[in-house]
């Protein structure tokens, strides 16, 4: 296999595992549980916000999720996520709070369910642990959301101040503005780092899932910007063959790109780890057949 052709080899059989795996099946799953899970979430982030009498951070929390996205696919959902998260609601303690939680660890078990088949693992252990792990994710992902929301809504308040002490840093301003693209990328690399290398059954190194998210990342930033401007001009065929559920589908069909991209990804890692394992078992073989003549 030569330096040039191995990338390709590598991405032809993810792919073949991909399609042998379920690939299309599993994503149309993840698509449809991060949808269901999706408000739950927002209404978690908008509980455990007004615990500390800071509702505008999970606002502000709620919008950051989106940032990253096609401004076509996230617009009308956005208008939807500040309506869910300014409504008034009782304390964090009660059943609908409770329901959302359960709701929201079922975009995590999906996630769960595509990498184990990614990786050639089965789960072995009990369902209600992998359940009480994935509500450990989702509130551990909410205070995340929480977190860095006030480092973008003190942002600005800092750099003002500075401003007022210095005004010769007044030209940097864009460098503030890029950071909260900066903080939206960082925040994708953490949550597919901790489902490549956590959510799934088993362990493995950073470096082995290293590939899956550089690729899952890439493929990404190339359906954000091939779907924004497919909706920019064809917004009109979804519209006239969905009507009223056109934002929805819109929505749904994008979060199904998204997740196969995500689990060919992990389809990358599970080729690359195969690949090493094939190749250490033959050196072993080699190792004793060498031993053998000995």
């Not at 991209?261 to 990358?268: A, D, S, T, V």
Request: proline residues 3%; hydrophobic residues 55%.
């Amino acid at each position: 296999m030569t330096r040039l052709s191995k990338p390709f080899e590598i991405a032809s059989v993810a792919a073949q595992r991909f399609v042998a795996h379920d690939g299309w099946a599993i994503a149309s799953h993840i698509a449809l549980s991060i949808l269901t899970a999706l408000f739950p979430f927002l209404i978690l982030l908008a509980a455990l916000a007004g615990l500390f009498g800071t509702k505008s951070l999970a606002d502000e929390a709620g919008v950051l999720i989106f940032d990253a996205w096609p401004r076509e696919v996230a617009k009308p959902i956005v208008a939807e996520v500040h309506r869910v998260l300014t409504e008034q609601r009782g304390g964090v303690l009660t059943l609908g709070a409770v329901l959302a939680l359960y709701f929201s660890s079922s975009g995590v078990e999906s996630l769960r369910v595509g990498l184990n088949r990614a990786y050639g693992l089965r789960e072995g252990r009990p369902w209600w642990l992998t359940r009480l792990e994935s509500i450990g994710y989702v509130v551990c992902g909410a205070f995340a959301m929480l977190a860095f929301a006030l480092l973008v809504v003190l942002g600005p308040l800092i750099w003002r101040r500075v401003i007022n002490v210095a005004p010769g840093l007044e030209p940097l301003g864009l460098t503030v503005a890029i950071g909260r693209i900066a903080i939206t990328a960082f925040l994708l690399i953490v949550v597919l780092t901790i489902a490549h290398k956590f959510v799934a059954t088993g362990r493995r190194s950073l470096l082995a899932v290293i590939p899956g998210i550089a690729v899952t990342l890439m493929l990404w930033v190339l359906a954000g910007i091939g779907f924004g401007t497919y909706l920019d001009r064809f917004s009109s065929a979804y519209a006239s063959t969905y009507g009223g559920l056109a934002t929805a589908m819109v929505f749904l069909v994008f979060l199904y790109w998204l997740a196969a991209m995500f689990l060919f990804g992990g389809e990358i890692n599970g080729t690359i780890i195969a690949a090493r394992r094939v190749r250490l078992q033959a050196r072993m073989m080699e190792k004793q057949a060498r031993a053998k003549g000995l």
